[in-house]
């Protein structure tokens, strides 16, 4: 399994303004992915991040406004910018091991 | 065509029940499978993995994969309140690749 510590766990914040997600995982991993989980929605793969690249967006998600860091192997953040309340949404990062992929405990953002 | 698909419920049930859960998918190249359950305001916890077609059992919890018909179940025996969550079904052709995930069941036990 894997330990994965997301913060901030919800937040509440005005359209326009950008928020980062920060995820560190308890050992070393290669890839780190980040989700979105819209209401009624199936998990939506937003970006993966690989340490010491560029990470790599999925169909309709683009780094100007997903913005991913991955400064070691164990850390990722994602900002979500310029935020309209169609961001708002459960956002998860997850790490995959042999046995699954496993999830932070996720970020409930709402933009008003 | 959805890469997979889950009947969303909600599905109500009284405690002690059997539970089944099922979703199909398209992609004949998955072989991993994975059932998660998912409580309100937190992040999925992975409750079953399973490699190819045939059965894994873990305490109360049944995963099938036939993957003939490209189709997978949870069973939940003796069903509890606090099995009450979300349940998803997630499936990847690689453990290095993309997971696809259903939509989710939700499911709620009464006492």
């Given at each position: 399994?894997?330990?994965?510590?997301?913060?901030?766990?919800?937040?509440?914040?005005?359209?326009?303004?950008?928020?980062?997600?920060?995820c560190?995982?308890?050992?070393?991993?290669?890839?780190?992915?980040?989700?979105?989980?819209?209401?009624?929605?199936?998990?939506?793969?937003?970006?993966?991040?690989?340490?010491?690249?560029?990470?790599?967006?999925?169909?309709?998600?683009?780094?100007?406004?997903?913005?991913?860091?991955?400064?070691?192997?164990?850390?990722?953040?994602?900002?979500?910018?310029?935020?309209?309340?169609?961001?708002?949404?459960?956002?998860?990062c997850s790490?995959?091991?042999?046995?699954?992929?496993?999830?932070g405990?996720?970020?409930?953002?709402?933009?008003? | 065509?959805?890469?997979?698909?889950?009947?969303?419920?909600?599905?109500?049930?009284?405690?002690?029940?059997?539970?089944?859960?099922?979703?199909?998918?398209?992609?004949?190249?998955?072989?991993?499978?994975?059932?998660?359950?998912?409580?309100?305001?937190?992040?999925?916890?992975?409750?079953?993995?399973?490699?190819?077609?045939?059965?894994?059992?873990?305490?109360?919890?049944?995963?099938?994969?036939?993957?003939?018909?490209?189709?997978?179940?949870?069973?939940?025996?003796?069903?509890?309140?606090?099995?009450?969550?979300?349940?998803?079904?997630?499936?990847?052709?690689?453990?290095?690749?993309?997971?696809?995930?259903?939509?989710?069941?939700?499911?709620?036990?009464?006492?």
């Amino acid at each position: 399994s894997a330990v994965i510590s997301q913060k901030p766990s919800r937040d509440i914040c005005q359209r326009g303004t950008s928020l980062t997600i920060q995820c560190q995982v308890d050992s070393q991993v290669t890839m780190m992915f980040w989700y979105r989980q819209q209401p009624g929605q199936s998990l939506t793969l937003i970006a993966t991040a690989n340490q010491g690249s560029e990470a790599t967006y999925e169909s309709g998600f683009v780094i100007d406004k997903f913005p991913i860091s991955r400064p070691n192997l164990t850390f990722s953040t994602l900002t979500v910018s310029n935020m309209s309340p169609e961001d708002s949404s459960i956002y998860l990062c997850s790490v995959v091991r042999y046995e699954g992929a496993f999830f932070g405990q996720g970020t409930r953002l709402t933009v008003v | 065509q959805k890469e997979v698909e889950q009947d969303p419920g909600p599905l109500s049930v009284p405690e002690g029940a059997i539970v089944s859960l099922n979703c199909t998918y398209s992609n004949s190249a998955f072989q991993y499978f994975m059932w998660y359950r998912q409580y309100s305001r937190k992040g999925p916890e992975l409750l079953m993995y399973t490699y190819s077609s045939g059965n894994k059992e873990d305490g109360r919890f049944t995963a099938q994969v036939d993957k003939s018909s490209k189709y997978i179940s949870l069973f939940i025996r003796d069903s509890q309140p606090s099995d009450s969550a979300t349940y998803l079904c997630a499936m990847s052709a690689n453990t290095g690749n993309q997971f696809y995930f259903g939509t989710g069941t939700s499911l709620t036990v009464i006492p």
